[in-house]
């Protein structure tokens, strides 16, 4: 109905979802202008149909991007045991599965709140360096159910980051998100512009940037990388 009204020319979706990707093709193939703040999640099939009804209608599209359901740490634990690196995975499983987990590497279904569990693996395992992606990440699901988002990646960090102190590991790089910058007064983003989340995701994930920036002027000998991104998508053979 939305998009077959003659008085509404431009759709603009503030946090696309899946709910949306009926609305949004439709909006393109009624004669709409589509504009999307961040990109939709979606299946790979999914993307060639938008993207082909973007195609069909390029002057109606002034920005669409498609974040595929994909595992990022997965990919990065592949090239590490390929590059000779001896990888442990740990994950909850809630949104992931274990087949996806490299057959070389040491998996634990553990949870970020399970403190003294990551404390006897990264001893277990003589973990050298933590890669941090384990986090809920679906804006319009951390405006309805912000608790949670605080709980699992702020809480769950520092929840991961008081194990890592007690085993003695000082290095981790976290998946930080792009979100942190909120509604940015000029693009392309760069690293230096002025961080105002505006969504409960996006200040989980600022709040831990903080909470590793102070970590970090507290002990000379932790180091940390944030990496600041919209979304990954890829794919490992």
């Given at each position: 109905?939305?998009?077959?009204?003659?008085?509404?020319?431009?759709?603009?979706?503030?946090?696309?979802?899946?709910?949306?990707?009926?609305?949004?093709?439709?909006?393109?193939?009624?004669?709409?202008?589509v504009y999307m703040d961040k990109p939709l999640c979606c299946t790979l099939?999914?993307?060639?149909?938008?993207?082909?009804?973007?195609?069909?209608?390029?002057?109606?599209?002034?920005?669409?991007?498609?974040?595929?359901?994909?595992?990022?740490?997965?990919?990065?634990?592949?090239?590490?045991?390929?590059?000779?690196?001896?990888?442990?995975?740990?994950?909850?499983?809630?949104?992931?599965?274990?087949?996806?987990?490299?057959?070389?590497?040491?998996?634990?279904?553990?949870?970020?709140?399970?403190?003294?569990?990551?404390?006897?693996?990264?001893?277990?395992?003589?973990?050298?360096?933590?890669?941090?992606?384990?986090?809920?990440?679906?804006?319009?699901?951390?405006?309805?159910?912000?608790?949670?988002?605080?709980?699992?990646?702020?809480?769950?960090?520092?929840?991961?980051?008081?194990?890592?102190?007690?085993?003695?590991?000082?290095?981790?790089?976290?998946?930080?998100?792009?979100?942190?910058?909120?509604?940015?007064?000029?693009?392309?983003?760069v690293e230096t512009m002025p961080q105002s989340p505006i969504?409960?995701?996006?200040?989980?994930?600022?709040?831990?940037?903080?909470?590793?920036?102070?970590?970090?002027?507290?002990?000379?000998?932790?180091?940390?990388?944030?990496?600041?991104?919209?979304?990954?998508?890829?794919?490992?053979?």
């Amino acid at each position: 109905e939305l998009c077959a009204r003659p008085d509404i020319d431009i759709i603009h979706c503030c946090a696309p979802n899946h709910l949306h990707k009926d609305v949004l093709l439709a909006a393109l193939e009624q004669g709409k202008h589509v504009y999307m703040d961040k990109p939709l999640c979606c299946t790979l099939e999914e993307a060639r149909i938008m993207g082909g009804a973007a195609a069909r209608h390029p002057e109606r599209v002034t920005q669409m991007a498609f974040q595929y359901r994909f595992i990022p740490a997965l990919l990065r634990a592949k090239q590490l045991i390929e590059a000779g690196h001896r990888v442990a995975v740990v994950d909850n499983l809630y949104r992931g599965h274990r087949q996806a987990v490299h057959p070389q590497a040491a998996f634990y279904p553990v949870d970020l709140a399970q403190g003294g569990s990551l404390e006897s693996i990264l001893r277990e395992q003589k973990t050298e360096c933590v890669m941090h992606f384990a986090a809920l990440a679906y804006v319009g699901e951390s405006v309805q159910q912000p608790l949670n988002y605080y709980d699992n990646n702020t809480a769950g960090t520092i929840s991961l980051l008081k194990a890592m102190k007690r085993a003695g590991v000082k290095r981790i790089v976290f998946s930080s998100t792009c979100a942190t910058y909120g509604e940015p007064s000029q693009v392309p983003l760069v690293e230096t512009m002025p961080q105002s989340p505006i969504n409960p995701y996006g200040w989980s994930k600022w709040c831990v940037e903080r909470i590793l920036r102070d970590v970090a002027a507290a002990d000379a000998e932790f180091s940390f990388a944030a990496l600041r991104y919209f979304n990954v998508a890829g794919a490992a053979a």
